[in-house]
């Protein structure tokens, strides 16, 4: 993957335009970077043409200016598909990544082939009340990290990933998450339930963790069930399934895209 930057912008990103084919793009979940998603770039380089960006605030994109937001997450990537000539791609979204790619797909619906969101929920269909439970919730885990951004690490990757091997790898990412990289978040809201719920035109899939919290598993039941997309929940992993069952992720994802 070549490490790029968005002219312009506080926008880091990664390219693998090495494949004759289609383009995935991957969005990665809050406190890490682009590299959650190193085993799935492993499998699917040569496949698909690859696409990661950090999130402002995440990773090597932290050089914001004034006027730059979360908000504009969406407009910078559809910068990064002109810049490269990039007609339409599948999205991978993991967490608050799942925010990210839906929101793209109701600003540039003609330019996504697919969504496959885990551990996310609709935003199109977010309901108040799980919002202010959300809310509360990211709140004390906002005070824990600004007592200590270790301290908050250790908690986090409990919550974030099942296995031994994907807490330690989220731990290393989390660490290095800046506390002042928090103003960014608030943004966030503004997404939510922005645009009103419409007929989709491509394929969704929607998933989790067997061992993520119950909460999440609800959401993604509801969701596949209005829907009627494609759901998975997966056996022996929690909220990052891409990292603590990396094989069977990249089995499932590459199943759905060639459906798609």
Not at 129 to 150: C, D, P, T, W
């Amino acid at each position: 993957m070549r490490n790029l930057k968005l002219e312009n912008s506080p926008i880091a990103y990664y390219i693998d335009d090495t494949a004759k084919s289609q383009w995935l793009v991957f969005i990665h979940a809050a406190f890490v970077d682009h590299r959650m998603f190193e085993k799935q770039y492993a499998y699917f380089s040569g496949k698909y043409n690859l696409l990661a960006i950090d999130i402002l605030g995440h990773g090597n994109s932290i050089k914001g200016k004034r006027g730059d937001n979360i908000e504009k997450t969406s407009y910078w990537l559809d910068k990064i598909f002109q810049k490269h000539n990039i007609p339409a791609a599948h999205f991978v979204g993991v967490s608050l990544g799942s925010v990210f790619i839906q929101d793209f797909a109701n600003k540039y619906e003609d330019k996504v082939l697919s969504l496959a969101c885990f551990g996310g929920y609709d935003i199109n269909k977010f309901d108040v009340e799980r919002q202010r439970a959300n809310s509360k919730g990211q709140m004390k885990m906002m005070m824990k990290a600004m007592l200590s951004v270790k301290w908050f690490a250790k908690d986090n990757k409990k919550i974030s990933a099942y296995t031994t091997a994907a807490q330690t790898a989220f731990y290393n990412m989390n660490i290095q998450f800046n506390k002042s990289s928090f103003k960014y978040l608030a943004g966030l809201q503004n997404l939510v339930n922005k645009y009103p719920k419409k007929e989709r035109h491509y394929k969704l899939l929607v998933g989790c963790g067997e061992y993520d919290i119950p909460a999440e598993i609800e959401i993604v039941n509801e969701w596949a069930e209005y829907e009627n997309c494609d759901k998975i929940i997966f056996s022996g992993a929690g909220h990052c399934v891409n990292m603590d069952v990396p094989q069977e992720f990249n089995i499932c994802l590459e199943k759905f895209l060639q459906e798609c």
